[in-house]
């Protein structure tokens, strides 16, 4: 895995509002793209909400692609931006299962006698 001059803390990144089994288990992401946003999230986080500010040429790289001002150059580039779009976007749900539909019987049917015998 390529290593990047982006500041690691010491806490796991995870999103359990919007992943609640994790990047690994959603199936949105490869190993290496929650491999990368497990490690280096929380410092991607700050710097995007403006809390941190950018000290090494890969922080200041990665303001620049969350402003649009360069496409992503990088796997934790991409990454991010995939996870800003599948976590704050609004996600679809379908099922296979469609609503049960009321049935009216008519109740005329049930008042006739029937000759079962012949």
Known sequence: MTTFSIREPNKVFTDRAKFPYGFKKSGDFSI???DLLGRYGHTLMA???GSLSPEGADEHQFMAVIKGQ???A???EK???????LARQYRPFFTLNSAS???YFDDAAENEDYDIAG
């Not at 990454?79 to 779009?85: E, I």
């Open 32 to 34: 290496t793209e929650a």
């Open 47 to 49: 710097l995007e909400q």
């Open 70 to 72: 360069t496409p992503p």
């Open 74 to 76: 990088n796997a934790l």
């Open 79 to 85: 990454a991010w931006l995939k996870y800003v779009r």
């Open 101 to 103: 539909k009321i049935q």
